[in-house]
Structures are given as C-alpha cells and as structure tokens.
Nanobody, 127 residues
Framework: QVQLVESGGGLVQPGGSFRLACAAS????????IAWFRQAPGKEREGVSC????????YYAESVKGRFTISANDVQNTVYLQMDSLETEDTGVYYC????????????????????WGQGLQVTVSA
C-alpha cells in the first residue's frame, strides 16, 4: 500500500521559513518522482516543485524559484521542500504526490496523472 505523509506546516510571518517533509512508503524514490502542489483559498491547485532522484533533476514553478528548494533523502525515503522568504501568496494547503520516474507530468501540468497523494497540510503566511 502506497502512503505519502506530509509534515511541517503551520503559521509563519512573511519572510519566514518552513521545511515540509513528504515521507513515502510502499514506493521508493528511485522508482517514482515526487512533486509538491498547493491550493490557495478560492484558487485551483498548482504545481510547486518536482524532484526525480533517478534522473537527478528538479523543477520549480516560476513563483517559487530562488525561494524554495526541493531535496530527497533516499535512505529515509523522504522528500523535503525548504521554503524561505515566504510571502502571503504562499498560503495554502500543500500536497505531495508521486508519479513515474521523471517529472514529465509536473512539467506538462498534468496533475491528474499523479496517482498517489498525501493528505495535505496547511501553510499560512500572515503577519
């Protein structure tokens, strides 16, 4: 059984930082890429970042480039999203999701190709 469990969300002031974690079980990071998505209130879900351990590649939405960093620990089977210089626009529910070896679905904005999703966690950036 595949499970993705996110942790690390909460409330932070603008300019602050969070590190989100996505712990995977039932799959291994050398067989699946992991992406982070987020959904702000009243908006559609959007892709934030994706990492492919097998290909050694990572991708970011333009809105988070230079502020967010995705990484993977294949021993712990966990993907991290380090979020720095947070802005109020980063507020939303963050989800991790797993798909094939490469981040092609993320690059093509095909979120419905992702078959495995975590439960989501709230990140609120507010003064």
């Amino acid at each position: 059984q595949v499970q993705l469990v996110e942790s690390g969300g909460g409330l932070v002031q603008p300019g602050g930082s969070f590190r989100l974690a996505c712990a995977a079980s039932g799959i291994t990071l050398d067989s699946y890429s992991i992406a982070w998505f987020r959904q702000a209130p009243g908006k559609e879900r959007e892709g934030v970042s994706c990492i492919s351990v097998n290909y050694g590649s990572s991708y970011y939405a333009e809105s988070v480039k230079g502020r967010f960093t995705i990484s993977a620990n294949d021993v712990q089977n966990t993907v991290y999203l380090q979020m720095d210089s947070l802005e109020t626009e980063d507020t939303g529910v963050y989800y991790c999701a797993a798909n094939g070896l490469y981040c092609s679905a993320f690059i093509q904005n095909l979120e419905y190709d992702y078959g495995y999703w975590g439960q989501g966690l709230q990140v609120t950036v507010s003064a």
